[in-house]
């Protein structure tokens, strides 16, 4: 699997946390968001949740690790957009019962807010648990086929309720996709098509 980790500006601190916490599991780690590097580009939630959209949308990553100081403001801004389905994790069995039952590919973690002792051990935890289970499998076993009928009906939702990502950008305030599109690193794990497509964008 394919994983972006996206920190925002009030979380940076924590981002060796989450890669330290996904380290050793096989899956290939991108790690795009704010590390607390000298001179980078200030990224709020507005930014991670549309850099999200884009990863999930052009097929860069399979799933994407976010949050913010409370996990409230990323999550939302993650979901105004197409084929984002994020859930608020705070423990390890919010993270199993997510992953089978909502089969989500995006998470918000708190990374402030309640951050305490053992913090870094509970994100292992979490982990732990996401990648422990198949994704919209089902739970508990009685409710298995209602519930993936209901996660292939949230897809089809989510079609009918947005519009095409690449169409939305058009009416983005173009200083926020700006700061996206150029972030460092950012543009480079996109498909050339979808590269050159945000390329175009910012060139009109």
């Not at 690790?65 to 999550?75: A, E, I, K, P, S």
């Not at 009906?153 to 200083?175: C, G, K, M, N």
Request: glycine share 10%; hydrophobic share 40%; with cysteine.
């Amino acid at each position: 699997m394919r994983i972006a980790v996206i920190n925002e500006v009030s979380a940076q601190q924590k981002n060796s946390d989450i890669i330290k916490a996904l380290e050793g599991r096989g899956h290939e780690i991108l790690n795009l968001g704010m590390t607390g590097a000298p001179d980078q580009p200030e990224l709020t939630y507005i930014h991670t949740g549309l850099m999200t959209a884009i990863l999930l949308n052009t097929g860069a990553v399979d799933f994407v690790v976010g949050g913010c100081g409370t996990g409230q403001g990323y999550l939302n801004a993650a979901m105004q957009y197409p084929g984002v389905f994020c859930g608020l994790i705070t423990s390890p069995l919010d993270a199993w019962l997510f992953t089978q039952i909502n089969g989500g590919n995006c998470i918000s973690l708190p990374l402030n807010q309640g951050y305490g002792w053992a913090a870094d051990v509970n994100l292992q935890f979490v982990f732990d648990r996401i990648f422990s289970v198949e994704r919209g499998c089902g739970y508990p076993e009685s409710r298995k086929e209602s519930q993936q009928a209901s996660r292939k009906i949230l897809d089809e939702l989510s079609r009918i309720a947005h519009r095409p990502l690449f169409e939305t950008l058009e009416d983005i305030p173009r200083q926020i996709v700006e700061r996206v599109v150029n972030y460092p690193g950012f543009l480079q794990v996109l498909d050339p098509q979808s590269q050159d497509k945000l390329c175009k964008y910012l060139k009109a």
